[in-house]
């Protein structure tokens, strides 16, 4: 009987893919000539060795050109990894949160008709200003006039009472004085009203005495010349030169201050006659405060 032997196999080990290609390039031949040896290894490794051009006449199993061969159209058939491709939208495409710019009209002033209705509304408005700007200069103007005149007046009337001094009175001089204020009227009063009332109207003027213009103690001085009595020129002078009366009748002179600045004919019921200030003229008017004293002309 014949005995075989069994030969020894080496257990299979684990698929290296190193191993393999290392193998084929082995046996491809010892002395590299030329030409290129592919090999798809199964575990997805794909390598290419480059051989020199020596190595094209060594001989080269066919069976493994044929499967490296195969394995080469395989590898390059296998479509390749892309990016995804980008698309420009057309022109005419319309895309979301786009701008569009396009052409408008000019925009169109305002109708003539309506520029020249606010051109003469701005112009009556500046008509009115000027206008109120001019009345309030004018006013400014007449108060410092008068506060100038009265400063002129008590000066003037200041120089007069250190002059003249008033008169005094000894007590048996005042009797007699209250017996005539008792018992006689003004002399001709009702004519110095009639004449005073005829210059009603008259502007006031300072230093004036004729019915061109007045100032308070010209218009008395004038009104009884007219009536045919004298008095003095300035206020002072004439408060005087009349008689003190406690109990004024029309036709008196009623004075204000003391030295007096201002004066006027009392006509009765609590009313006068005078010139007032700057910017008036000749007027009936009531006795207004700071009354020093009446006077009578005899």
Not at 64 to 83: F, G, K
Not at 225 to 249: D, M, Y
């Amino acid at each position: 009987m014949t005995e075989r032997s069994h030969g020894r196999h080496r257990a299979a080990g684990r698929y290296n893919p190193v191993t393999e290609l290392t193998t084929i390039v082995s046996d491809a031949t010892t002395p590299l000539v030329k030409g290129a040896a592919v090999v798809a290894a199964s575990g997805g490794l794909i390598a290419a060795v480059a051989v020199p051009a020596s190595a094209a006449d060594a001989p080269v199993d066919q069976g493994r050109q044929e499967v490296a061969a195969a394995d080469v159209s395989t590898v390059a058939a296998a479509p390749a990894v892309a990016a995804p491709e980008t698309t420009t939208p057309s022109a005419g495409q319309q895309t979301f949160g786009a701008l569009t710019v396009g052409a408008v009209e000019k925009p169109q002033g305002p109708p003539p008709w309506m520029v020249r209705l606010v051109q003469e509304r701005r112009a009556e408005i500046a008509a009115e200003q000027q206008a109120a700007r001019e009345q309030a200069e004018r006013e400014r103007e007449q108060a410092a006039a008068a506060a100038e005149q009265e400063r002129q007046e008590d000066e003037s009337a200041s120089r007069s009472q250190e002059r003249t001094p008033a008169p005094t009175q000894t007590p048996t001089e005042s009797a007699p004085t209250q017996q005539t204020e008792t018992t006689q009227a003004p002399a001709a009063s009702g004519d110095v009203i009639s004449i005073a009332k005829q210059y009603i109207g008259v502007p006031y003027v300072y230093g004036g005495t004729t019915p061109s213009g007045f100032d308070c103690s010209g218009f008395t001085q004038y009104v009884f010349a007219k009536a045919g009595k004298s008095l003095p020129r300035t206020t002072t002078e004439q408060q005087a030169a009349t008689t003190p009366v406690s109990n004024p009748q029309p036709g008196d002179l009623v004075f204000f201050g003391s030295p007096a600045y201002h004066m006027g004919i009392y006509v009765g019921d609590g009313m006068m006659i005078d010139a007032p200030r700057t910017g008036s003229s000749v007027s009936v008017r009531p006795v207004f405060d700071g009354v020093s004293g009446y006077g009578r002309v005899s």
